[in-house]
């Protein structure tokens, strides 16, 4: 007997015909004597419905009026989820019931809109598995100490559920998709993508982080914190059928090692240069703590010499939702930090190559490079770290790379 906690996505319940498919599939798990608690996201469309009309109603009001409302809002698409799964459920003759995140309850920070878990009280639910019933629990939703509803950010349930399982004591679990497990690369970009059996947390980690929307990055931090063994497959196969899914686990369970396992792609960047940067030292802690304290997240950061005497250029990467606050930000403080000139540019994309084999492997880098020179797609800024490459190019040409790259690392299938 294993305790297993299964999640699934906005596109896996749907419509009814969905939701009652994964009815049999819970069934099935617990007709295998297992101990089962069940997440759920929002339909799929749902969440976005009702992030417009916040959007609407909120229209003009600061992020301190309007996150906390915003959140009371979105978070009830998971609610209506946990109620006609647990109805399917009774359908099925099983005993099920819905929780609701602040009744266990599920303790966030107060940062809405993309709040952190901080602690799960489990009892109840482990007693309802003990007992037979399944829980049905919403994604993405959480409460602060202050009993105000929160939310974890776009794609929260992956982490709600993982949270879950750290905090039932899980053997597994199971994030049941759209998918049949995790790609070489996005299916959508390539059909010569192809399911990884298996995949380290830190590779996961870096596809998630750099665009891999399959798992919210979140919840990958969160497994490979907490040791729990998550398992990616799809909800669309009746129960029986062969799902192998891709297990995500650590580095040394892993037999067949790559050197780049998968390609990652992101559109939500924007490239920031900041022209004519009078050259002292204090001037980047002021640029990129004003950054900070606006919580704008950067990336590929790149200083150069200007050819005026004494300046430089100073380029990075931002998410492409802070693109004009950050435009703005800047501007706002050009007297203090004395720079020339900003431009900043929306049509751009990153993609990168991830794999742990780059720490062992020389070579790694010119396969990239030639590999997007020979589609004449020029880079405008490149990162690093132990594990993954990073380019940035112009965002016409994100497929076209995706897919030259994903050739170039012989992982066509
Ligand atoms: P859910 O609604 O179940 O949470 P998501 O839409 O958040 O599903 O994530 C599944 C999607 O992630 C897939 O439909 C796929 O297009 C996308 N995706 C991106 N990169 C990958 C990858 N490397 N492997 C699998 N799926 C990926
Ligand atoms: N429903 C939320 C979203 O669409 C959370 C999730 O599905 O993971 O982002
Ligand atoms: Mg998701």
Not at 85 to 103: D, F, T, V
Not at 316 to 328: G, L, M, S, V
Not at 332 to 339: D, Q, V
Not at 343 to 368: C, E, L, N, Y
Request: charged share 25%; hydrophobic share 40%; net charge negative.
């Amino acid at each position: 007997m294993a305790r297993i906690v299964m999640k699934f996505g906005g596109t896996s319940v749907g419509d009814i015909e969905r939701i009652r498919r994964v009815a049999r599939l819970v069934a099935h798990e617990q007709a295998q004597g297992n101990e089962v608690a069940v997440v759920v996201s929002a339909m799929s469309g749902e969440t976005n419905r009702l992030v417009a009309l916040a959007n609407e109603a909120g229209t003009g009001l600061s992020p301190k009026d309007f996150d906390d409302e915003y959140d009371v809002v979105v978070a009830t698409g998971e609610q209506v989820t946990t109620g006609l799964l647990s109805l399917c459920l009774r359908n099925l003759g099983l005993k099920a019931r819905s929780w609701q995140g602040w009744q266990f309850p599920i303790e966030t920070s107060d940062v809405h809109a993309s709040a952190r878990i901080a602690d799960i009280k489990s009892d109840a639910i482990i007693d309802s598995m003990k007992n037979g019933v399944i829980a049905v629990i919403p994604g993405f939703q959480g409460i602060t100490p202050e009993e105000r509803i929160t939310t974890l950010g776009r794609g929260g349930s992956d982490t709600s559920a993982v949270a879950v399982a750290a905090a039932v004591k899980a053997d597994l679990c199971d994030i049941y998709t759209d998918v049949d497990g995790v790609y070489t690369t996005d299916p959508r970009i390539t059909s010569k993508a192809q399911r990884m059996k298996a995949i380290s947390y830190e590779e996961m980690l870096e596809m998630a982080s750099l665009g891999a929307k399959v798992l919210q990055t979140r919840s990958v931090e969160l497994a490979m914190a907490k040791k729990v063994p998550v398992r990616v497959l799809s909800s669309f196969l009746e129960p029986g059928e062969p799902n192998p899914g891709t297990i995500v686990c650590d580095e040394e369970e892993i037999v067949e090692k790559q050197i780049v396992s998968g390609i990652a792609y992101s559109r939500d960047e924007a490239k920031v240069s900041i022209l004519g940067v009078v050259d002292n030292p204090g001037v980047a802690g002021r640029i990129f703590g004003a950054l900070a304290d606006a919580n704008v997240n950067v990336d590929m950061i790149v200083q150069a010499p200007s050819r005026t005497e004494g300046k430089v250029n100073m380029t990075f990467t931002i998410p492409e939702r802070d693109a004009d606050r950050t435009q703005d930000l800047m501007n706002s403080i050009k007297e203090t930090i004395g720079f020339r000139d900003i431009i900043v540019k929306k049509d751009v994309s990153k993609v990168s190559v991830i794999g742990v084999g780059m720490r062992s492997h020389v070579g790694v880098a010119k396969i990239m490079f030639e590999a997007l020179s020979s589609k004449g797609i020029n880079i405008e800024n490149i990162s690093t770290s132990e594990i993954k490459i990073s380019v940035l190019i112009d965002a016409s040409y994100t497929e076209l790379a995706v897919r030259a790259l994903h050739t170039a690392y012989g992982l066509d299938s």
